[in-house]
Protein backbone atom coordinates (compact mmCIF):
# COMPACT_ATOMS: atom_id res chain seq x y z
CA UNK A 1 0.00 0.00 0.00
CA UNK A 2 2.35 2.90 1.17
CA UNK A 3 5.31 1.24 0.11
CA UNK A 4 4.47 -0.67 -3.46
CA UNK A 5 6.55 -3.64 -4.45
CA UNK A 6 5.24 -3.38 -8.81
CA UNK A 7 3.16 -6.56 -7.65
CA UNK A 8 -0.27 -7.10 -7.81
CA UNK A 9 -2.02 -3.84 -6.21
CA UNK A 10 -4.73 -6.65 -4.51
CA UNK A 11 -1.63 -8.50 -2.87
CA UNK A 12 -0.07 -5.34 -1.56
CA UNK A 13 -3.05 -4.48 -0.46
CA UNK A 14 -3.66 -7.83 1.19
CA UNK A 15 -0.20 -8.08 2.66
CA UNK A 16 -0.78 -4.81 4.17
CA UNK A 17 -4.29 -5.83 5.69
CA UNK A 18 -2.02 -9.00 7.32
CA UNK A 19 0.52 -6.37 8.46
CA UNK A 20 -1.39 -3.69 10.19
CA UNK A 21 -4.22 -5.65 11.40
CA UNK A 22 -2.19 -8.06 13.73
CA UNK A 23 -0.82 -4.86 16.01
CA UNK A 24 -0.87 -5.24 19.37
CA UNK A 25 -4.59 -4.98 21.30
CA UNK A 26 -4.97 -2.00 23.95
CA UNK A 27 -6.27 -4.49 26.25
CA UNK A 28 -5.90 -7.86 27.16
CA UNK A 29 -8.34 -10.44 26.42
CA UNK A 30 -8.74 -11.56 30.89
CA UNK A 31 -9.35 -8.08 31.65
CA UNK A 32 -11.92 -7.59 28.98
CA UNK A 33 -13.31 -11.19 30.05
CA UNK A 34 -13.79 -9.70 34.06
CA UNK A 35 -15.34 -6.64 32.68
CA UNK A 36 -17.29 -8.86 30.41
CA UNK A 37 -18.71 -11.24 33.33
CA UNK A 38 -19.16 -8.26 35.91
CA UNK A 39 -21.49 -6.67 33.15
CA UNK A 40 -23.55 -9.61 32.23
CA UNK A 41 -23.93 -9.62 36.00
CA UNK A 42 -25.55 -6.15 36.46
CA UNK A 43 -27.65 -6.72 33.86
CA UNK A 44 -28.80 -10.20 34.99
CA UNK A 45 -29.30 -8.22 38.07
CA UNK A 46 -31.04 -4.72 36.98
CA UNK A 47 -33.00 -7.37 35.01
CA UNK A 48 -34.07 -9.44 38.08
CA UNK A 49 -35.04 -6.11 39.61
CA UNK A 50 -37.11 -5.28 36.30
CA UNK A 51 -39.26 -8.46 36.67
CA UNK A 52 -39.64 -7.84 40.34
CA UNK A 53 -41.43 -3.98 39.87
CA UNK A 54 -43.77 -5.45 36.94
CA UNK A 55 -44.72 -8.32 39.02
CA UNK A 56 -45.37 -6.03 41.87
CA UNK A 57 -47.20 -3.65 39.52
CA UNK A 58 -49.34 -6.66 38.39
CA UNK A 59 -50.36 -8.21 41.33
CA UNK A 60 -51.09 -4.64 42.77
CA UNK A 61 -53.25 -4.04 39.87
CA UNK A 62 -54.97 -8.05 39.96
CA UNK A 63 -55.75 -7.15 44.11
CA UNK A 64 -57.56 -3.54 42.97
CA UNK A 65 -59.24 -5.65 40.24
CA UNK A 66 -60.42 -8.37 42.67
CA UNK A 67 -61.01 -5.55 45.59
CA UNK A 68 -63.55 -3.19 43.00
CA UNK A 69 -64.89 -6.24 41.25
CA UNK A 70 -68.33 -6.88 43.35
CA UNK A 71 -69.21 -3.17 43.54
CA UNK A 72 -68.71 -2.94 39.50
CA UNK A 73 -71.37 -6.08 39.61
CA UNK A 74 -73.91 -5.02 42.20
CA UNK A 75 -75.90 -2.60 39.71
CA UNK A 76 -75.82 -5.41 37.37
CA UNK A 77 -78.03 -8.19 38.89
CA UNK A 78 -81.31 -6.82 38.67
CA UNK A 79 -80.71 -5.46 35.31
CA UNK A 80 -80.35 -9.54 34.18
CA UNK A 81 -83.22 -10.57 36.61
CA UNK A 82 -85.61 -7.70 35.18
CA UNK A 83 -86.84 -9.69 32.09
CA UNK A 84 -87.70 -12.67 33.77
CA UNK A 85 -90.08 -10.92 36.50
CA UNK A 86 -91.43 -8.66 33.70
CA UNK A 87 -92.52 -12.22 31.68
CA UNK A 88 -93.82 -12.96 34.72
CA UNK A 89 -95.77 -10.62 34.91
CA UNK A 90 -97.92 -10.76 31.77
CA UNK A 91 -99.63 -14.08 32.42
CA UNK A 92 -100.51 -13.13 35.75
CA UNK A 93 -103.36 -10.38 33.92
CA UNK A 94 -105.09 -13.78 32.32
CA UNK A 95 -105.56 -15.87 35.82
CA UNK A 96 -108.48 -16.34 37.17
CA UNK A 97 -109.10 -17.57 40.73
CA UNK A 98 -112.07 -18.87 41.94
CA UNK A 99 -112.70 -20.18 45.53
CA UNK A 100 -114.54 -23.31 45.45
CA UNK A 101 -114.58 -22.68 50.06
CA UNK A 102 -112.75 -20.54 51.81
CA UNK A 103 -109.79 -22.20 52.00
CA UNK A 104 -109.59 -23.84 48.72
CA UNK A 105 -108.67 -21.41 45.91
CA UNK A 106 -108.53 -22.72 42.10
CA UNK A 107 -106.21 -20.67 39.79
CA UNK A 108 -107.00 -21.10 36.24
CA UNK A 109 -104.09 -20.00 33.62
CA UNK A 110 -105.04 -18.74 30.26
CA UNK A 111 -102.89 -18.65 27.28
CA UNK A 112 -102.74 -14.85 25.37
CA UNK A 113 -104.13 -16.65 22.74
CA UNK A 114 -107.35 -18.47 24.07
CA UNK A 115 -108.30 -15.10 26.09
CA UNK A 116 -110.92 -14.45 23.80
CA UNK A 117 -111.59 -17.89 22.60
CA UNK A 118 -114.01 -18.91 25.73
CA UNK A 119 -110.87 -20.38 26.97
CA UNK A 120 -110.24 -22.87 24.73
CA UNK A 121 -107.14 -23.46 23.02
CA UNK B 1 -1.57 -36.90 22.95
CA UNK B 2 0.57 -36.58 20.18
CA UNK B 3 -0.03 -39.16 18.05
CA UNK B 4 -0.37 -39.33 14.13
CA UNK B 5 -2.82 -41.81 13.46
CA UNK B 6 -5.70 -41.11 10.49
CA UNK B 7 -7.86 -39.41 12.95
CA UNK B 8 -6.18 -36.19 14.15
CA UNK B 9 -6.26 -36.23 17.87
CA UNK B 10 -6.70 -33.12 19.58
CA UNK B 11 -3.70 -30.88 20.48
CA UNK B 12 -2.82 -29.98 24.18
CA UNK B 13 -4.40 -26.51 23.66
CA UNK B 14 -7.82 -27.86 22.10
CA UNK B 15 -8.34 -30.14 25.04
CA UNK B 16 -7.42 -27.46 27.44
CA UNK B 17 -9.78 -25.29 24.86
CA UNK B 18 -12.79 -27.71 25.54
CA UNK B 19 -12.01 -28.47 29.37
CA UNK B 20 -12.06 -24.38 29.87
CA UNK B 21 -14.70 -24.17 28.01
CA UNK B 22 -16.44 -26.93 30.19
CA UNK B 23 -15.37 -25.28 33.31
CA UNK B 24 -16.92 -21.86 32.08
CA UNK B 25 -19.91 -23.12 31.16
CA UNK B 26 -20.45 -24.49 34.53
CA UNK B 27 -19.48 -20.66 35.51
CA UNK B 28 -16.42 -21.07 36.54
CA UNK B 29 -15.14 -17.31 35.79
CA UNK B 30 -11.70 -17.51 35.84
CA UNK B 31 -12.04 -20.47 33.28
CA UNK B 32 -13.30 -17.69 30.90
CA UNK B 33 -11.18 -15.41 31.76
CA UNK B 34 -8.05 -17.76 30.21
CA UNK B 35 -10.30 -18.39 27.19
CA UNK B 36 -10.75 -15.35 26.45
CA UNK B 37 -7.13 -14.30 26.90
CA UNK B 38 -6.62 -16.90 24.18
CA UNK B 39 -8.62 -15.98 21.81
CA UNK B 40 -8.78 -12.33 22.30
CA UNK B 41 -6.18 -10.74 19.80
CA UNK B 42 -8.01 -13.50 16.80
CA UNK B 43 -11.48 -11.92 17.86
CA UNK B 44 -10.09 -8.48 17.66
CA UNK B 45 -8.54 -8.59 14.59
CA UNK B 46 -11.36 -9.89 12.86
CA UNK B 47 -13.19 -6.92 14.54
CA UNK B 48 -10.56 -4.01 13.47
CA UNK B 49 -11.15 -5.34 9.85
CA UNK B 50 -14.92 -4.96 10.32
CA UNK B 51 -15.83 -1.72 12.58
CA UNK B 52 -12.18 -0.22 12.26
CA UNK B 53 -9.84 0.05 14.86
CA UNK B 54 -11.38 2.32 17.34
CA UNK B 55 -14.65 0.06 17.87
CA UNK B 56 -13.00 -3.13 17.72
CA UNK B 57 -12.10 -3.90 20.99
CA UNK B 58 -15.77 -2.81 22.58
CA UNK B 59 -17.02 -4.78 20.08
CA UNK B 60 -15.31 -8.04 21.46
CA UNK B 61 -15.72 -7.01 24.54
CA UNK B 62 -19.93 -7.23 24.51
CA UNK B 63 -19.08 -10.62 22.53
CA UNK B 64 -17.70 -11.83 25.45
CA UNK B 65 -20.86 -10.78 27.12
CA UNK B 66 -22.71 -12.23 25.01
CA UNK B 67 -20.68 -15.71 25.10
CA UNK B 68 -21.00 -15.58 28.81
CA UNK B 69 -24.50 -15.40 29.30
CA UNK B 70 -24.92 -18.39 26.65
CA UNK B 71 -22.04 -20.45 27.83
CA UNK B 72 -24.40 -23.10 29.57
CA UNK B 73 -25.81 -23.31 25.51
CA UNK B 74 -22.76 -24.45 24.73
CA UNK B 75 -23.07 -28.50 23.42
CA UNK B 76 -19.88 -29.08 22.34
CA UNK B 77 -16.85 -27.65 24.75
CA UNK B 78 -14.69 -28.25 21.69
CA UNK B 79 -16.23 -26.18 19.44
CA UNK B 80 -15.89 -23.00 21.62
CA UNK B 81 -13.27 -21.02 19.41
CA UNK B 82 -15.55 -21.73 16.17
CA UNK B 83 -18.57 -20.31 18.12
CA UNK B 84 -17.23 -17.32 19.80
CA UNK B 85 -16.06 -16.50 15.89
CA UNK B 86 -19.19 -16.34 14.89
CA UNK B 87 -20.34 -14.60 17.68
CA UNK B 88 -17.63 -11.58 17.48
CA UNK B 89 -18.38 -11.73 13.72
CA UNK B 90 -22.23 -11.66 13.75
CA UNK B 91 -22.01 -9.12 16.22
CA UNK B 92 -18.85 -6.65 14.70
CA UNK B 93 -21.43 -6.62 11.53
CA UNK B 94 -24.44 -5.81 13.20
CA UNK B 95 -22.34 -2.83 14.85
CA UNK B 96 -20.87 -1.64 11.35
CA UNK B 97 -24.69 -1.70 9.92
CA UNK B 98 -25.99 0.64 12.43
CA UNK B 99 -23.26 3.14 11.99
CA UNK B 100 -21.64 4.42 9.05
CA UNK B 101 -17.83 3.52 9.62
CA UNK B 102 -16.59 6.48 7.89
CA UNK B 103 -18.79 8.80 10.19
CA UNK B 104 -18.06 7.39 13.44
CA UNK B 105 -14.18 7.02 12.43
CA UNK B 106 -12.74 9.85 11.29
CA UNK B 107 -9.13 9.22 10.24
CA UNK B 108 -7.69 12.09 11.84
CA UNK B 109 -9.15 11.22 15.09
CA UNK B 110 -7.92 7.65 15.32
CA UNK B 111 -6.63 6.96 18.72
CA UNK B 112 -2.86 6.92 19.42
CA UNK B 113 -0.77 4.00 20.41
CA UNK B 114 1.80 4.17 22.78
CA UNK B 115 4.60 2.97 20.43
CA UNK B 116 2.83 3.98 16.69
CA UNK B 117 5.18 3.03 13.91
CA UNK B 118 4.68 5.62 11.22
CA UNK B 119 4.47 3.64 8.21
CA UNK B 120 2.44 1.02 9.81
CA UNK B 121 -0.08 3.70 10.69
CA UNK B 122 0.01 4.80 7.27
CA UNK B 123 -0.27 1.53 6.24
CA UNK B 124 -3.59 0.86 8.27
CA UNK B 125 -5.28 3.72 7.44
CA UNK B 126 -4.78 3.03 3.79
CA UNK B 127 -6.23 -0.70 4.73
CA UNK B 128 -9.26 0.97 6.47
CA UNK B 129 -9.93 3.63 3.98
CA UNK B 130 -10.43 0.65 1.22
CA UNK B 131 -11.94 -1.37 3.57
CA UNK B 132 -14.99 1.28 5.00
CA UNK B 133 -16.00 1.04 1.25
CA UNK B 134 -16.96 -2.19 1.54
CA UNK B 135 -20.49 -3.36 3.04
CA UNK B 136 -19.92 -5.04 6.80
CA UNK B 137 -20.66 -8.53 5.81
CA UNK B 138 -17.82 -8.22 2.72
CA UNK B 139 -15.56 -7.20 5.12
CA UNK B 140 -15.92 -10.08 7.40
CA UNK B 141 -16.21 -12.42 4.43
CA UNK B 142 -12.86 -11.06 3.15
CA UNK B 143 -11.41 -10.84 6.32
CA UNK B 144 -12.36 -14.83 6.95
CA UNK B 145 -10.31 -14.99 3.22
CA UNK B 146 -7.51 -13.31 3.51
CA UNK B 147 -6.82 -12.98 7.00
CA UNK B 148 -8.05 -16.53 8.90
CA UNK B 149 -7.61 -18.56 5.56
CA UNK B 150 -11.17 -19.81 5.87
CA UNK B 151 -13.01 -21.95 3.09
CA UNK B 152 -16.44 -20.98 1.83
CA UNK B 153 -18.29 -23.70 4.06
CA UNK B 154 -16.32 -22.45 7.19
CA UNK B 155 -17.08 -18.38 6.53
CA UNK B 156 -20.43 -19.46 5.66
CA UNK B 157 -21.03 -21.05 8.91
CA UNK B 158 -19.17 -18.23 10.79
CA UNK B 159 -21.30 -15.60 9.45
CA UNK B 160 -24.85 -17.66 9.37
CA UNK B 161 -24.90 -17.93 5.39
CA UNK B 162 -24.59 -20.59 2.64
CA UNK B 163 -21.13 -20.95 1.53
CA UNK B 164 -22.34 -20.23 -1.90
CA UNK B 165 -23.58 -16.82 -0.51
CA UNK B 166 -20.42 -16.43 0.72
CA UNK B 167 -18.19 -17.05 -2.37
CA UNK B 168 -20.83 -14.39 -3.82
CA UNK B 169 -19.79 -11.50 -1.46
CA UNK B 170 -16.27 -12.64 -1.56
CA UNK B 171 -16.53 -11.94 -5.32
CA UNK B 172 -18.28 -9.10 -5.40
CA UNK B 173 -15.84 -7.99 -2.56
CA UNK B 174 -12.78 -8.92 -4.72
CA UNK B 175 -14.06 -6.44 -7.73
CA UNK B 176 -14.74 -3.74 -5.20
CA UNK B 177 -11.43 -3.64 -4.26
CA UNK B 178 -9.69 -3.99 -7.22
CA UNK B 179 -11.79 -0.98 -8.54
CA UNK B 180 -11.25 0.92 -4.97
CA UNK B 181 -7.30 0.23 -6.41
CA UNK B 182 -7.94 1.65 -9.85
CA UNK B 183 -6.92 -2.02 -11.12
CA UNK B 184 -10.11 -2.02 -13.23
CA UNK B 185 -12.67 0.88 -14.21
CA UNK B 186 -16.10 0.74 -13.88
CA UNK B 187 -18.26 -1.76 -15.59
CA UNK B 188 -15.06 -4.33 -15.48
CA UNK B 189 -14.51 -7.32 -13.54
CA UNK B 190 -18.47 -7.77 -13.16
CA UNK B 191 -18.13 -11.45 -13.94
CA UNK B 192 -14.97 -12.60 -12.61
Same mark, same amino acid.
Given at each position: MSETTGRDPVSDFEDAWRRTVGEPTRRGGAEAARRAVDRARQRRRRRASAWAVAAAAGLAALAFGVWRAPVARAPVAPVASAPPFAGAAVPATEVVVV????DTALYMNLAPGAVGNGGRP | MHGSGPTRPPSDVETADADLARRAGQGDASAFAVLAERHWPRLVRLSRSV? =??? %?AEDVVQEGLVVAWNRMGTL?????FPAWMLRIVARLAVRTARRWSWRRLLPFSELPERADPAPVLEAERRDVERVLARLPPRQRAVMHLTV? %? =???DGEIGEALGMGAATARSHRRKAKVAIRRILGVVGPGEGEDS
Open positions: WLDE | V =GAA %ERDPAAI %E =GMS
